[in-house]
């Protein structure tokens, strides 16, 4: 079982810049695959970005160049920065854990980009 609790969220001028960070529980963090996902409001939710314990990162392409994700297994925890908002970042930000069979979300984060 693991427990995903995000912070980092807020209110941003377009431009601006957030640092998301995840912290989860559980004995075994190095083996999920980490994500960030979205979801605005009216929309489903997307993939934004996610990362495997070998370094390897995946984005979406409407945030390459802009957003970074990140991860540190000692400290089980993901970050996500996030720079040159816009106003079409805005969404509630979930972050996630997945291992074949198993599937973990947090409860996630306002992220509202607006000047």
């Known amino acids: 079982q693991v427990q995903l609790v995000e912070s980092g969220g807020g209110l941003v001028q377009p431009g601006g810049s957030l640092r998301l960070s995840c912290a989860a529980s559980?004995?075994?963090?190095?083996?999920?695959?980490m994500g960030w996902y979205r979801q605005a409001p009216g929309k489903q939710r997307e993939l934004v970005a996610t990362a495997i314990s070998g370094g390897t990162t995946n984005y979406a392409d409407s945030v390459k160049g802009r957003f970074t994700i990140s991860r540190d297994n000692a400290k089980k925890m993901v970050y996500l920065q996030m720079n040159s908002l816009k106003p079409e970042d805005t969404a509630v930000y979930y972050c996630?854990?997945?291992?074949?069979?198993?599937?973990?979300w947090g409860q996630g984060t306002q992220v509202t980009v607006s000047s």
């Open positions: 996630n854990a997945w291992n074949p069979g198993v599937d973990y």
């Open positions: 559980g004995r075994i963090f190095s083996i999920y695959v």
